[in-house]
């Protein structure tokens, strides 16, 4: 139960700090990069609250690959979404970047997660 609460905190954490930087932030680095990096963590937090004994690094990657995927498919157009809250999360660029960052945040956790279980 410890290890819920924990993932708990960060997991509202990460969403307080992710909406400031979608609401405040407008620049080259920290809304781009560290705000995807930080999203697949966020996801992960999600994951490991809903499934304590999963191990979601992986899947929350394919996930977010998957959308950015979707997005190089302009789904968000074809929907007619644009402009709207689903539109936003879909999002409509693609970019290799974002697939880098996603893929940095799901290592951090792993990482964090293989050395908390250490002690």
């Known amino acids: 139960m410890h290890h819920r609460k924990a993932y708990a905190l960060v997991f509202l954490l990460l969403l307080a700090l992710e909406v400031y930087i979608g609401v405040y932030v407008r620049d080259a680095f920290v809304r781009p990069y560290v705000g995807d990096m ?56 693609f970019d290799w970047h974002d697939i880098a960052c996603y893929a940095i945040g799901c290592l951090l956790f792993a990482a964090a997660e293989r050395m908390s279980g250490r002690r």
């Open 38 to 93: 930080l999203v697949t963590v966020l996801l992960c937090c999600l994951a490991k609250l809903l499934c304590p004994g999963c191990r979601p690094a992986l899947p929350v990657f394919v996930f977010a690959a998957a959308v950015e995927g979707l997005q190089a498919l302009g789904l968000a157009e074809l929907l007619g979404a644009e402009g709207t809250l689903l539109g936003v999360i879909l999002g409509s660029t």
